[in-house]
């Protein structure tokens, strides 16, 4: 089945070492985001990949960073985790981002970060 | 500045009667909405859309309405199903160069009671 892969699912780190989450999907789409997720809160954008093109939403901390090396892989970095980064990351997909299918995204199962 | 609200954190439904979840926006560029499911331990699923020039959208048991002049949106889900508990989230997306772009509500948790 097509999906959208995150792992690990649970990440424990410590205060300020840098943690990578990674994501794949094998629904072949060009556009990858990244959203943090608190909780009871609504998931919030960091960036998005359209194809190689990186966008970042303009209050995403400089922190976080992200890398998509194909089509198939995109990571998270956090440079220096804060406690107040402990959260739940998710990971989606959408197709051509010019057409109204490019509003549907697909989810990973997200990577829960524990800063210690 | 919340632009996507669902002010019930939660809501109780009994098997078989109507769960209606309802959205309020603010962001009248808003010209797209979805709703997600969200069960424990998994991503959010795409459940059904609506664009803004309709007022209503069905598939199934689920029905979503758009009045657009109340800046309002609802999921109706008919029947209730034990299965429909989870996490559902209304989501706006706007035209132009952030179309891309999805503003989430925090979610409203429904519980269906067999």
């Known amino acids: 089945d097509a999906m959208v892969i995150q792992n690990p699912r649970y990440q424990v780190t410590q205060f300020g070492k840098p943690v990578t989450l990674s994501c794949s999907q094998t629904?072949?789409?060009?556009?990858m985001y990244w959203y943090q997720q608190k909780s009871s809160q609504a998931p919030k954008l960091l960036f998005h990949?359209?194809?190689?093109?990186?966008?970042n939403e303009a209050d995403t901390p400089d922190n976080f960073q992200s890398r998509r090396p194909n089509t198939s892989f995109c990571f998270l970095d956090i440079r220096s985790p804060g406690l107040g980064d402990a959260a739940m990351y998710l990971c989606?997909?959408?197709?051509?981002?010019?057409?109204?299918?490019?509003?549907?995204?697909?989810f990973g199962p997200g990577t829960r970060l524990t800063v210690t | 500045d919340q632009q996507v609200k669902q002010n019930s954190p939660s809501l109780s439904v009994q098997e078989g009667r109507i769960s209606i979840l309802n959205c309020d926006y603010t962001?009248?560029?808003?010209?797209?909405f979805l709703w997600y499911k969200k069960y424990p331990a998994e991503g959010p699923t795409f459940l059904i859309s609506?664009?803004?020039?309709?007022d209503k959208n069905e598939d199934g048991r689920f029905t979503v309405f758009l009045n657009k002049s109340a800046k309002h949106l609802s999921l109706h889900i008919v029947p209730s199903q034990p299965g429909d508990s989870a996490v559902y989230f209304c989501?706006?997306?706007?035209?132009?160069?952030?179309?891309?772009?999805?503003?989430f509500g925090k979610g409203t948790k429904l519980s269906v009671i067999p």
């Open positions: 989606a997909t959408s197709r051509d981002r010019t057409g109204r299918a490019s509003y549907e995204q697909y």
């Open positions: 962001n009248s560029m808003f010209d797209y």
């Open positions: 989501a706006a997306s706007a035209p132009g160069a952030g179309s891309y772009q999805l503003t």
């Open positions: 629904l072949n789409h060009n556009v």
């Open positions: 609506i664009s803004s020039i309709k």
């Open positions: 990949y359209y194809d190689k093109d990186f966008n």
